[in-house]
Each structure stands twice: as structure tokens, then as C-alpha cells.
Nanobody
């Protein structure tokens, strides 16, 4: 399984950008997907999740209303649209795939339910 994230991004405060993650070696359309982020000196934290059909999404309180997670199962690609960015959003963003296919859980913010991880995308928001 490989999750290939898009490249490093630099944006100004208040700006927007989209990052992506292309999956290979995984039945992408059968796996829920998530985004996490990790800032320097901090623990990895949940950002957003989407179920395998793309019909349900979940967000951390800090990203709700500003970030949008979506997927294109025909392209095996996961996206995260980031808007109204703040310097506090600066972090490495990781995509992740559920360990189990067609898995529904209330523990979607827990890293251990995800079995495959991308290499990370550095997002830097300048003030």
C-alpha cells in the first residue's frame, strides 16, 4: 500500500490551498480515509475523516467550517481543501487509510484505526 501525498505548500494567512493523496495497492473505494497533522513539538492530531462512500465527513473543532475533506474514488485520490488559513495551521499533514475495509467507527479521530499512512505534506502558513 502506498499513499502518495502532494508536495510542500506555502501560503499566507487567510489564504487557501488544496492538498491531495493518491492511493495505490489498496481497494481505495472500500476504505475510510483521514487527515491528521503534526506541528513541531506537538503530538499528531486529527483533522478530518471521510467514509468509504464519501457520504459522511467528520472534522476536528479547530478545522470545522474552514477545511473540507472529499474524495474521488475513480482516481483513488483523497483531498483536503484548506481555507482561512492561520499560522497555527502550520504542520505536516498526513493522509491515512483505515485498517479494515467498509469500517464504520465512532473512534475516527484515533490514529490506531488507520493502518496505512502517507509520507506527509508540509504546509506552512506565513503571517
Amino acid at each position: 500500500v502506498q499513499l502518495q501525498a502532494s508536495g510542500e505548500a506555502l501560503v499566507q494567512t487567510g489564504g487557501s490551498l488544496r492538498i491531495s493523496c493518491v492511493s495505490s495497492g489498496l481497494p481505495f473505494s472500500r476504505h475510510g480515509m483521514g487527515w491528521f497533522r503534526q506541528a513541531p513539538g506537538k503530538e499528531r492530531e486529527f483533522v478530518a475523516r471521510i467514509n468509504w462512500r464519501g457520504s459522511s465527513t467528520y472534522y476536528a473543532d479547530s478545522t470545522k467550517g474552514r477545511f473540507t475533506i472529499f474524495r474521488d474514488n475513480a482516481k483513488n485520490t483523497l483531498y483536503l481543501q484548506l481555507s482561512s488559513l492561520e499560522p497555527e495551521d502550520t504542520a505536516v499533514y498526513y493522509c491515512a487509510a483505515d485498517r479494515r475495509p467498509e469500517f464504520g467507527t465512532a473512534l475516527y479521530s484515533t490514529p490506531t484505526i488507520y493502518g496505512s499512512w502517507g509520507q506527509g505534506t508540509q504546509v506552512t502558513v506565513s503571517s
